[in-house]
């Protein structure tokens, strides 16, 4: 079982491109998240999806967009990238059950905006 | 705004010396939980405590869950090179339409030298 994917594993690209991660789990959850890391920051909350239709936005959804067409796909693109969107992305799963569950983290994608 | 604050923010120290990490807000979590991140990898649970009070053991690690339900503790005793990393809490707190929200604290990076 690989549990959550994500490609690509870092990629380099010029402010003004598009760009779409993606982000694949086979653990059949019904709540998937896509958050951003930077130094000092901690993990911030982009979008999220509770169940396979649904999204919602997080604390830091500005620039970004995500859709749940299937359990298991959650991609989040960028439609026109600007350096400050320069990150490390997580996406994550989970099986929900309120204010106990386990978040399950894939190994996220390096992006470098220039 | 709810804010998770961990100190310290980074602690380097010899092997076989104990440690303790602390998660302080001043909101209430319904739940908190403790992850460790390695480099290049996304985070990993180590355990969620629920009840205020509560005290969790995992082998070496002990985590303590504040009467109050705002801040929690990790200690560490007699800390082994392998428990070098990047160590997160994360809250749980009623959000939307989402039945809960994880609030990342921005982590404490600890090596342990040999």
């Known amino acids: 079982i690989a549990g959550i994917t994500q490609a690509p594993t870092s990629q380099i690209l010029a402010a003004g491109r598009r760009m779409t991660l993606r982000c694949t789990q086979d653990m059949r959850h019904n709540a998937m998240y896509w958050y951003r890391q930077d130094l000092g920051l901690g993990l911030r909350l982009i979008h999220y999806s509770n169940t396979a239709g649904t999204t919602g936005k997080g604390e830091v959804p500005d620039g970004y967009s995500v859709s749940r067409a299937n359990t298991d796909d959650f991609p989040l693109t960028l439609a026109s990238a600007v350096p400050s969107q320069t990150s490390v992305y997580f996406c994550a799963s989970s099986d929900r059950q309120a204010g106990t569950d386990t978040q399950y983290f894939g190994p996220g994608t390096r992006l470098t905006v220039l | 705004t709810q804010l998770l604050e961990q100190s310290p923010q980074f602690l380097s120290i010899q092997e076989g010396e104990n440690l303790t990490v602390y998660c302080n807000s001043s909101s209430v979590f319904s739940s908190l939980q403790w992850y460790r991140q390695e480099p290049g990898e996304g985070p990993v649970l180590l355990v969620t405590?629920?009840?205020g009070g509560e005290v969790k053991k995992l082998k070496r690690l002990t985590f303590q869950f504040g009467d109050a339900r705002k801040d929690s503790s990790l200690h560490i005793t007699a800390a082994q090179p392998g428990d070098t990393g990047l160590y997160l809490c994360?809250?749980?707190?009623?959000?939307?339409?989402?039945?809960?929200?994880?609030?990342w604290g921005a982590g404490t990076k600890l090596i342990i030298k040999p």
């Open positions: 994360a809250g749980a707190f009623p959000f939307m339409d989402s039945n809960y929200q994880l609030i």
């Open positions: 405590v629920v009840t």
